[in-house]
């Protein structure tokens, strides 16, 4: 058997980190997200007995892997062994104890002994590579534990909330889903589907939704919208519209309307609303342009009055472009770039304004608690960056070519309306009023988030993060 095992001590009470542990989602924020990873069973939580099942994908492969839990001790201990993986033998230990501080802390230490198949003929062969890929697994699983656990500390005297969330299967809205139901709070997930227990029901283009389902709330997240990739035909454009704008007006007049109305709606939004804007500094303050986006954008924002006007405070995210390895125009690159066809978008000096997922998801919890926050506010990172430093720092993480540049021409040929609103156009935003309400980053700089969401962070990134909680513990 092989061992690999590391350590995390974080400044709060064991029993915080361990509940987090056992909450719904945490199998979710801590899966790898490079890795292609699809739940296909789940029994129970983590106690003696439970099982998780998921499907691992490959390629063209599947590799299923069940779990089986067992080991369970309230607060200290819980282990799952493999009863099917691509191993010949897994069994991971994740133990909790007091940690050695003044003040309250805890150190989870993650043990696992491990076979491969034909362990003595493999084991030479692939060594390198296996202990390389739970390296990157446990730093940024690690590192999620640490920034997860530091957000939710920092309101935890506030007690659980209840927040509705549309658009709760998409990118954003299944990390922040996991991410809140970690924290202990409980999420009403707004459904177009025939809904299962705890969900609202609603259905936009038929202008019907489940009102009652939606009293006695803390917060709605409103991120539902028809995805913007593909070929923009008309067809396409109404639906990226009315997606927006009929379904943002049809909620935030249920909600006006409701007896007991939540206290703040986070509404999506994105940079698209500044249009093409050159070299000019972007901030909330700066005029909407002109384009598709920018429109749609405006009226998108503009539906959201009548919730305004029934006394909810709301905020309207301008989201950037989102990093992310499980979604998005980075996980479209990745494998172009894999294959060393990477390279800068038109001439690469237009503006990228981007924010980590993570980063993102903290934002919005941020959004939910923090009063003197209302109206737009641009999500995104404190440094922006051209597309020609883009492509090279994307090259770099992955350590392939960044050589074939994508001339303007094809672009606006290949993508149509979509290349020269998204893919050519120049937006260089600040998120100066994020920074005005005391929200941090914990990836600021382009590099880290690709390190940390592509699995290429160093094991320093794991001090880096226990420090951020530190700083903030002492700060409280």
Known sequence: MHRFERSLTLPIPRSEMFVWHQRPGAFERLAPTWEQLEIVGREGTIEDGDRLSFCLRKGPLRLPWVARHQGFVPGRNFEDVAERSPFARWHHVHAFADGDANGPAATLTDRIDYQLPLDRLSWPLARGQVEGVLEQMFVQRHVRTANDLRRHHAVAERGPIRVALTGSSGLIGTELRAFLTTGGHTVVPVVRRTPAAHEVAWDPDHATIDGPGLEHLDAVVHLAGEPVAGRWTRAKRDRIRSS?????????????????????????????????????????????GDGFLATVARAWEAATQPARDAGIRVVTLRIGLVTSARGGLVERLRSLYGLGLGGPIGDGRQWQSWIDLDDLVGVIHHAIYTEQLEGPVNAVAPAPVQQAEFAATLARVLGRPAWISVPEVVVRWVFGQLGREILLASQRVTGSRLGDSGFGFDFPTLESSLRHQLGRAEPQAVDRAVARFEVAGRSC
């Open 244 to 288: 927006r704008v009929a379904g943002t007006r049809l909620l935030c007049e249920t909600l006006a309307s409701l007896r007991h109305k939540p206290k703040v709606l986070i509404c999506a939004s994105g940079i698209g609303i500044y249009g093409n804007a050159g070299e000019a500094e972007l901030d909330e303050q700066s005029p909407v």
